[in-house]
Each structure stands twice: as structure tokens, then as C-alpha cells.
């Protein structure tokens, strides 16, 4: 490569292309080839480079959702550990987003990647496995990410987690971040899917509601 962030540009396309919800014939039967590229350049850019800056966080995702992928069709114990491989990296794109203000424009993309990611552990046995990251990238929200709508879904998703650890409290605290985003264009159905989980949280508790 002619440039180290021309690798990391590759392996964004690559893996874009790769995907599986891409259905054009032509993409269907590169799929693989196209796979191997992005796994090739971002592993190669982490190879070759060590800077904390925002091509790494890049590279750092894509790896991560190569492994994801690479997961499809796993069960039990293998699922878990293939995941919790490329959650970790997220967790390090995470990091280095969270290490200096010009990276917070990646915070977004970092939350789209782990919820992606972190899909087939979504799912009430599942939940204890990412919980503790979830909470990280929730948090994380809070420093820089302006779309609404996708921080109240996020959070909504970490109050099912919580729920599911037998959390209540920590429930209703993130269902109450949903609902402090009502003057900010939150919509409807986002509130009242909030409200509901709220009223099953403190239920849970013990509470009235």
C-alpha cells in the first residue's frame, strides 16, 4: 500500500462489500475473496502500525467484525469465545476514541460495530457475556454522539441486559437516560418501549408501578 491509511480504506470497502446482507450476484460470488481482503489489510495495518489514532480504532473494527462474521453458525461456548474476541477489540477502538476529543466522531461508529457484533449474545442467557463492555460503550454515548434516536436504542437494549442480570435498578437508571432525551426528538415508540421496560424493571424490584 501506497500509504498506511490506504489499508485501512481497503479494509472498510472490503468488508462493506463482504457483507452478507449485500445480495448483488457479482458480490455473492466474491464474498470470500473480498472477506480475505479486508481481513488482510487491517491485519496487516495492525501489524505494521502501532499509532493510537483514529486508522487504528478503523482497523481495530473491522477485524472485529471479520471475527463476527467469521462466528456464523457457531453455538454455545464457541459463539461466546469467537465474540468475546471481537468485542475486544472494539473495547480497544473504544479506548483510543475515548483518549482524545477529535477522536469522539468514531464513538458512533464504535457503538454501531459492538451492536452488531454483539447480536447473537443478545438474548437473555446470553446477556451476562457482554454486559460489562455494553456499559462501556453506553456510557461512552454520553461524550459526543448527537443521534438521538440511536443512543435511547442503545440504552433500551442495556436495560434488557440488566433486566435479564436481574439488575433492576440499573434498568430503570438507563430506561431514565432514555427518557431525559424527550426534548432532544426522541420518538415515540422508543419512549413508550422505554415506559413499559421501566414498569417490568420495577415490578422487578419489588416496586409498585
Not at 71 to 77: D, F, I, L, M, S
Not at 89 to 100: P, R, V
Not at 137 to 145: H, M
Not at 158 to 173: G, N, V
Request: with cysteine; hydrophobic share 45%; proline share 3%.
Amino acid at each position: 500500500y501506497s500509504s498506511p491509511e490506504l489499508a485501512v480504506l481497503v479494509a472498510e470497502a472490503a468488508a462493506d462489500l463482504s457483507a452478507p446482507e449485500r445480495t448483488e450476484d457479482a458480490l455473492q460470488r466474491a464474498r470470500t475473496q473480498l472477506r480475505n481482503i479486508a481481513d488482510n489489510a487491517a491485519t496487516s495495518y495492525l501489524a505494521l502500525f502501532k499509532a493510537s489514532n483514529q486508522f487504528m480504532v478503523r482497523a481495530l473494527l473491522v477485524s472485529a467484525i471479520i471475527i463476527q462474521r467469521d462466528a456464523a453458525g457457531r453455538k454455545g461456548e464457541g459463539l461466546i469465545d469467537q465474540i468475546g474476541k471481537a468485542i475486544q477489540l472494539i473495547m480497544k477502538g473504544l479506548e483510543i476514541a475515548l483518549s482524545e476529543p477529535r477522536y469522539k466522531f468514531l464513538l458512533y461508529n464504535v457503538s454501531v460495530i459492538f451492536w452488531k457484533v454483539s447480536r447473537p449474545l443478545q438474548r437473555p442467557e446470553r446477556y451476562s457475556n457482554i454486559l460489562e463492555p455494553m456499559e462501556k460503550v453506553a456510557e461512552s454515548l454520553k461524550e459526543g454522539v448527537d443521534d438521538t434516536n440511536w443512543k435511547a436504542r442503545f440504552w433500551i437494549g442495556l436495560a434488557r441486559a440488566y433486566d435479564c442480570c436481574d439488575q433492576p435498578d440499573s434498568a430503570i437508571k438507563a430506561l431514565q437516560d432514555v427518557l431525559g432525551l424527550r426534548e432532544e426528538g426522541l420518538r415515540e415508540e422508543l419512549e413508550m418501549e422505554a415506559v413499559r421496560l421501566m414498569t417490568h424493571a420495577d415490578r422487578a424490584r419489588g416496586g409498585g408501578a
